[in-house]
């Protein structure tokens, strides 16, 4: 194998998503290549309405976390036989919840005010949930998993001093690293319209990044929120504006 032959077209894209409610997140998995499948946690079917989505819906229980366990077997199969081209998890921050409820079902230690412990639930959840998302990632296929944006405050001034996925313990950091593709959404008030944008590359305390757009970086630093235009510009389609240096020359 040689890495000339490998291209955007040759690849599948597997993409983490990671922005406020009502950013566009789920909109970018709707526009995902079909037929495709959801695990969603958090009821945002909606999103997906007409599109060829199969999808499993998890209540907040412990059962929830078992049907999900069965499905992923189910989908690594479909995957497999060449059923789905896409795979969305949809959202992170919810199945946290659900990963929880069967965690302490697995354990009946609680806290001094009966919730988790710390050094047992929230280790089991970790552990649970990176087995299962690693399988997914592991499918042919796109992935695309979303998670919701957790703002972290100094808790004696209140300043924002960082942002990270909504996620427990320290599985902020660690899922991300699973990815080529971390994208952090964002809304743009344009002639009267909102527009949903992604951005690809580390802006601020948002962590985006893009390893498919590479050292001549294809992408745009913020584009619209649709598979079709990142994959026209992964595949050269599209070329970003490049901004004109000026420069000026003195004369003695």
């Given at each position: 194998?040689?890495?000339?032959?490998?291209?955007?077209?040759?690849?599948?894209?597997?993409?983490?998503?990671?922005?406020?409610?009502?950013?566009?997140?789920?909109?970018?998995a709707s526009s995902f290549p079909?037929?495709?499948?959801?695990?969603?946690?958090?009821?945002?079917?909606?999103?997906?309405?007409?599109?060829?989505?199969?999808?499993?819906?998890?209540?907040?229980?412990?059962?929830?976390?078992?049907?999900?366990?069965?499905?992923?077997?189910?989908?690594?199969?479909?995957?497999?036989?060449?059923?789905?081209?896409?795979?969305?998890?949809?959202?992170?921050?919810?199945?946290?919840?659900?990963?929880?409820?069967?965690?302490?079902?697995?354990?009946?230690?609680?806290?001094?005010?009966?919730?988790?412990?710390?050094?047992?639930?929230?280790?089991?959840?970790?552990?649970?949930?990176?087995?299962?998302?690693?399988?997914?990632?592991?499918?042919?296929?796109?992935?695309?998993?979303?998670?919701?944006?957790?703002?972290?405050?100094?808790?004696?001034?209140?300043?924002?001093?960082?942002?990270?996925?909504?996620l427990t313990g320290a599985l902020?950091?660690?899922?991300?690293?699973?990815?080529?593709?971390?994208?952090?959404?964002?809304?743009?008030?344009?002639?009267?319209?909102?527009?949903?944008?992604?951005?690809?590359?580390?802006?601020?305390?948002?962590?985006?990044?893009?390893?498919?757009?590479?050292?001549?970086?294809?992408?745009?630093?913020?584009?619209?929120?649709?598979?079709?235009?990142?994959?026209?510009?992964?595949?050269?389609?599209?070329?970003?504006?490049?901004?004109?240096?000026?420069?000026?020359?003195?004369?003695?």
């Amino acid at each position: 194998m040689n890495a000339k032959d490998v291209t955007a077209s040759t690849e599948y894209i597997k993409v983490m998503s990671v922005g406020e409610p009502g950013t566009g997140k789920s909109i970018l998995a709707s526009s995902f290549p079909t037929p495709g499948f959801v695990f969603d946690f958090a009821n945002s079917i909606i999103s997906y309405k007409g599109l060829d989505f199969d999808y499993e819906q998890y209540e907040l229980s412990p059962l929830g976390w078992t049907k999900f366990e069965k499905d992923v077997v189910r989908v690594i199969k479909d995957v497999k036989e060449g059923k789905y081209v896409s795979v969305i998890v949809d959202d992170l921050s919810a199945m946290t919840a659900v990963c929880m409820e069967r965690a302490l079902q697995l354990d009946a230690k609680r806290s001094a005010t009966q919730g988790p412990v710390w050094n047992v639930h929230y280790s089991m959840v970790r552990n649970l949930m990176e087995g299962r998302l690693k399988q997914i990632m592991a499918m042919s296929c796109n992935i695309h998993f979303i998670a919701h944006l957790h703002v972290i405050q100094d808790q004696e001034t209140g300043n924002i001093i960082g942002v990270e996925p909504m996620l427990t313990g320290a599985l902020p950091i660690i899922i991300p690293g699973y990815f080529d593709e971390v994208y952090y959404h964002t809304t743009k008030r344009e002639g009267g319209d909102t527009k949903w944008l992604i951005q690809t590359v580390a802006m601020g305390y948002n962590k985006a990044r893009s390893r498919m757009s590479g050292k001549l970086r294809t992408l745009p630093d913020l584009l619209a929120n649709d598979y079709a235009e990142i994959m026209a510009y992964l595949t050269g389609k599209k070329k970003k504006e490049v901004k004109q240096t000026q420069t000026t020359t003195q004369t003695k």
